[in-house]
């Protein structure tokens, strides 16, 4: 059965039999256990030692644990991890070439700073945060165009301009105005139905990673409280709403009103406070470990591919983090840097934790995402952004709203899609999240028969690959050597020079389809692999 760029069955399509075999072939496996991958893999100095907080604690772990972390990855894939955790796109091969000729010892530290000062990185980060604001325009939130541009628009301002998370979460829980000239009441219009315990619910979830069945119907009750006042009214412009606090609702506006906070201390809302402000300042507290611990765990979560405390957001007093020391580390440093999101990443980044190999050490029980890196498939937005960054060739994006009309430029990318119902077949079907309920496993990563066939046999890719001017100029061998432009195409794909074995199965295949062919062939082979479209 065939997979078409529509995800639908076409029996009638031929299956590209020789194109399988090539891919056995030339599919390259980064868990392999030869001297010459370790070369590629990892650092020929192992260098287990480190005085980076974060390693001295998780070391101390593991060794109570009996397990040995894994050496540190070569600059070849630290440098393919980073560009894509952090930029979101693979490396060129110019950005290669120059790091991995630097012989700086800092080298590693300062590649982190650049990624992360460049705007990508805030695009990146913007993505992610709109994800877990459910940011979309149509059903069932129904934010509309204009708001979720104003929207993305302040929360790319808050990422760029370096706001803290504690501000930008007092903005979003105590803003009141138009969707569309105050962008942060948009948190409030998110969510359906629209009732105080389902705004508390969305609080708690968001900024707490409290999940629904984690508290009891009291303890919503009296959350609930808190979100009682906030009102809304339609204006005489097309789809606008304004959002704002209405004290009327709690009745009598001359005495107080007593509210509980989660952790179950009561405090007395004055008369004429809006209960929203009363909540946001315990929320973002710096004493009070909710906020930092929910957000350290989702960035933690991202760039290692496994929750320091299990569910991401689910945190409850019966789910225990991994290393409780760990966690209060991080957040002591979240705190202590102010809550900037830049800093905590680039805290993180700059371990060795971070900068482990994929590979477990030898004859040593692992622990993902802390004795050695986590092997995941990419985001689909990142996946796709790397096939159209490789061909040269930008997708076709469309959305589902049609009024006013919506134009996406074509070199825009994925990744600044910030709009849930802007999407296409491709994005669908590697389980980009319909933003419904803003919970992190509302992303599906997990990858499935119809992706592989769909990579293998999709007409569109394939049009891609063979129309491809860049793909085209690449596999020029006219005056090159053949050695030099199958470097260059690992290099473009993989973001490393082949291995010996791969140089031999390549050699022999030219041999039999000629040189044209045989770099094609290729070509498309690493698009299919588990390395390309993996993180590791």
């Not at 303890?219 to 606008?240: C, G, P, R, Y």
């Amino acid at each position: 059965m065939i997979i078409n760029d529509q995800g639908t069955a076409n029996l009638l399509q031929p299956l590209l039999c020789l194109r399988f075999v090539i891919a056995f072939v030339f599919l390259s496996h980064f868990t392999g256990n030869t001297k010459e991958s370790q070369s590629i893999y990892e650092r020929n100095e192992i260098e287990n030692s480190s005085s980076h907080l974060l390693d001295i604690i998780i070391e101390s772990e593991l060794i109570s644990r009996n397990c040995q972390p894994a050496p540190l990855c070569s600059d070849y894939v630290f440098l393919r991890r980073a560009y894509l955790d952090l930029n979101a796109r693979a490396p060129s091969i110019s950005e290669i070439s120059e790091f991995t000729q630097k012989s700086s010892a800092h080298k590693r530290e300062n590649i982190i700073q650049e990624l992360i000062r460049r705007p990508r990185f805030e695009h990146y980060q913007v993505l992610k945060l709109c994800d877990l604001l459910r940011v979309k325009s149509e059903f069932p939130i129904k934010l509309w165009p204009n708001a979720v541009q104003a929207y993305e628009r302040w929360l790319y301002d808050a990422i760029h301009l370096g706001l803290s998370w504690q501000e930008m979460v007092r903005q979003l829980l105590t803003s009141s105005g138009s969707n569309f000239r105050q962008p942060a009441v948009n948190f409030y219009r998110a969510l359906s139905p629209r009732t105080p315990k389902s705004w508390a619910q969305a609080v708690a979830l968001s900024f707490m990673g409290v999940r629904p069945e984690s508290f009891t119907e009291k303890q919503w009750d009296n959350m609930a409280v808190f979100f009682s006042t906030i009102k809304s009214k339609s204006t005489l412009e097309w789809k606008e709403e304004i959002i704002y606090h209405d004290r009327d609702v709690l009745g009598d506006k001359s005495s107080p009103t007593q509210a509980y906070f989660p952790d179950g201390s009561s405090v007395m809302i004055p008369a004429d406070a809006d209960p929203r402000v009363i909540f946001a300042e315990w929320l973002t507290a710096d004493e009070n470990p909710w906020l930092a611990r929910a957000f350290v765990n989702r960035i933690w979560t991202s760039l290692l591919g496994s929750p320091i405390i299990p569910g991401v957001d689910d945190l409850r007093e019966d789910n225990p983090p991994f290393s409780q020391e760990l966690m209060d580390i991080l957040c002591q440093q979240f705190v202590t840097n102010k809550t900037n999101i830049k800093k905590l990443i680039h805290f993180i980044c700059t371990s060795h934790t971070y900068q482990r190999s994929s590979r477990p050490a030898a004859g040593s029980p692992s622990f993902p995402g802390f004795s050695h890196y986590t092997v995941r498939r990419l985001e689909a937005e990142v996946l796709i952004d790397c096939v159209s960054q490789l061909t040269g060739m930008p997708q076709g994006y469309t959305s589902q709203v049609p009024e006013p009309f919506t134009y996406i430029p074509a070199n825009l990318g994925a990744v600044r899609l910030n709009d849930g119902t802007i999407t296409n077949p491709f994005l669908e079907l590697f389980g980009r999240p319909p933003r419904d309920t803003g919970r992190y496993d509302e992303r599906d990563n997990e990858p499935s028969k119809k992706q592989a066939l769909f990579m293998l046999n999709s007409t569109k890719l394939n049009t891609a690959l063979t129309k491809s001017k860049r793909l085209k100029k690449l596999i020029a061998t006219k005056g090159k050597k053949d050695k030099q432009t199958l470097n260059k195409i690992y290099l473009s794909i993989l973001s490393r020079p082949p291995l010996g074995n791969e140089i031999e199965n390549y050699n022999s295949y030219r041999k039999k389809q000629g040189n044209k062919y045989a770099l094609q062939d290729i070509v498309w082979a690493l698009i299919n692999s588990t390395e390309f479209s993996y993180k590791h």
